[in-house]
């Protein structure tokens, strides 16, 4: 199993690139049919289109078990939640590499009688499934990042005698007491957090491309199952966008969001 997962280790990039073309003749296709390209042309893209899927899916052959090696690894981490969160993506990952590997069987004649359709949405099932437990765990690093943030910040007014944004000593915006204090303090309250957010991914590259990464490619498994029709469009844009942040975490190994 450690040979195949070396192989497959070294066969990402081609698929990333097959990914990124795959979407940009998504994108492509739905800007031509949007601007009267000849039919011709558009049937030309759609082909192409679907043989970079075939492609893709030909170079994840075995890719479950990489998913499945990944989880064990995760079941060991110390933190729960990111225990939790991780091993269950993985795990939903494998399955649904799996599910892709039926699908290439079918598409390439070697098990005709596979129900496409079914397996198609299985396989969007569980991909969904594990971008929803990816999103979870940027989620949960992104709450302990601005606790830390926040306390830090806290302790550098209190060590230059000032006070703490927001709190008792900004007088100015009324307390409880205060008719129509409540609106402006708690609008403060959410700028400040917004500020704190930015300033967390700001400083971690990693978190900030992983969640955009994450956050784009949810679109695809939310239109493919019907549970928000997005277009073609859209699909391929998230599609070429999360596909080229993928491949920066590949040449920029220290972009790849750990564990």
């Known amino acids: 199993m450690d040979a195949w997962v070396?192989?497959?280790?070294?066969?990402?990039?081609?698929?990333?690139?097959?990914?990124?073309?795959?979407?940009?003749?998504?994108?492509?296709?739905?800007?031509?049919?949007?601007?009267?390209?000849?039919?011709?042309?558009?049937?030309?893209?759609?082909?192409?289109?679907?043989?970079?899927?075939?492609?893709?899916?030909?170079?994840?052959?075995?890719?479950?078990?990489?998913?499945?090696?990944?989880?064990?690894?995760?079941?060991?981490?110390?933190?729960?939640?990111?225990?939790?969160?991780?091993t269950v993506s993985h795990l939903n990952r494998a399955l649904y590499f799996a599910c892709d590997n039926v699908l290439w069987a079918g598409k390439s004649g070697l098990a005709p009688r596979v129900d496409q359709e079914k397996w198609a949405q299985r396989s969007f099932?569980?991909?969904?499934?594990?971008?929803?437990?990816?999103?979870?765990?940027?989620?949960?690093?992104?709450?302990?990042?601005?606790e830390q943030e926040s306390s830090a910040c806290s302790r550098r007014l209190k060590g230059s005698g000032g006070g703490v944004p927001g709190g008792s000593e900004t007088g100015?915006?009324?307390?409880?007491?205060?008719?129509?204090?409540?609106l402006p303090q708690l609008?403060?309250?959410?700028?400040?957090q917004v500020l704190l957010l930015a300033r967390v991914l700001r400083g971690h590259p990693p978190l900030l491309l992983d969640v955009v990464r994450n956050a784009c490619d949810l679109f695809i498994p939310l239109d493919k199952l019907g549970l928000w029709h997005c277009g073609p469009g859209i699909v391929g844009l998230c599609g070429l966008v999360s596909s080229i942040l993928s491949i920066l975490t590949l040449i920029y190994p220290w972009l790849r969001l750990k564990p």
């Open 172 to 182: 100015g915006l009324g307390g409880p007491g205060t008719p129509g204090g409540g």
């Open 6 to 86: 070396r192989f497959s280790a070294q066969s990402q990039a081609r698929e990333r690139l097959c990914r990124a073309a795959q979407y940009a003749c998504s994108l492509l296709g739905h800007a031509l049919q949007r601007h009267g390209a000849s039919p011709e042309l558009q049937k030309q893209i759609r082909q192409l289109e679907g043989h970079l899927s075939l492609g893709r899916k030909l170079l994840r052959l075995g890719n479950s078990a990489d998913a499945l090696e990944s989880a064990k690894r995760a079941v060991h981490l110390s933190d729960v939640v990111l225990r939790f969160c991780i």
């Open 187 to 192: 609008a403060l309250k959410l700028r400040l």
């Open 125 to 146: 099932r569980y991909y969904l499934f594990s971008l929803i437990m990816n999103l979870s765990r940027d989620a949960y690093e992104i709450r302990l990042l601005m």
